[in-house]
């Protein structure tokens, strides 16, 4: 048994805990019942609730929510159209992200699967230190797939 100020009261029975509790105008709650005896403590019960409402909402709102980005590309793109989607995934990198790459095949370019997998060696290599590779390329059906994340250790060397 705790009183309200965190004071250890001793074991008391079920009826003597409730009796304490309504003296004081307070709720007797059951804080941890698997224990042995079970650890009762007299609060405010609205006040008790409010705090825990709080501190559950203070956890989940410091809890970042990672989602894994896609980002798209053709096998004929541009150099020009590769770096802005690069540009894209960097931001999307340095948010926390993890980006799944895709690189997907049209028609007869199946033939030229290898070319898919040469794209996917220049976007790692371009870039570069900043990522590491956490899925190799895979072909699947009709794409060739990735997928990378921000590197922790390239942080530190560049502050």
């Known amino acids: 048994m705790i009183d309200e100020d965190g004071q250890q009261l001793g074991v008391l029975s079920r009826q003597e805990a409730l009796n304490l509790?309504?003296?004081?105008?307070?709720?007797?709650?059951?804080?941890?019942?698997?224990?042995?005896?079970?650890?009762?403590?007299?609060?405010?019960?609205?006040?008790?609730?409010?705090?825990?409402?709080?501190?559950?909402?203070?956890t989940k709102r410091s809890a970042k929510n990672l989602e894994v980005k896609q980002m798209r590309f053709g096998l004929k793109i541009g150099d020009h159209d590769l770096m802005v989607k690069?540009?894209?995934?960097?931001?999307?990198?340095?948010?926390?992200h993890k980006v799944k790459l895709t690189v997907f095949y049209r028609g007869r370019e199946m033939a030229h699967k290898d070319l898919g997998f040469k794209l996917a060696e220049r976007v790692i290599e371009i870039l570069g230190e900043k990522i590491v590779v956490d899925q190799p390329p895979q072909l699947a059906g009709k794409q060739l797939s990735f997928v990378i994340r921000s590197n922790p250790h390239a942080k530190a060397k560049d502050a």
């Open 21 to 58: 509790a309504a003296e004081q105008g307070l709720d007797l709650v059951e804080i941890s019942p698997n224990a042995d005896p079970p650890v009762a403590k007299i609060v405010d019960w609205g006040k008790f609730n409010y705090q825990r409402t709080k501190q559950l909402q203070k």
């Open 86 to 96: 690069l540009g894209k995934v960097t931001n999307f990198l340095e948010a926390g």
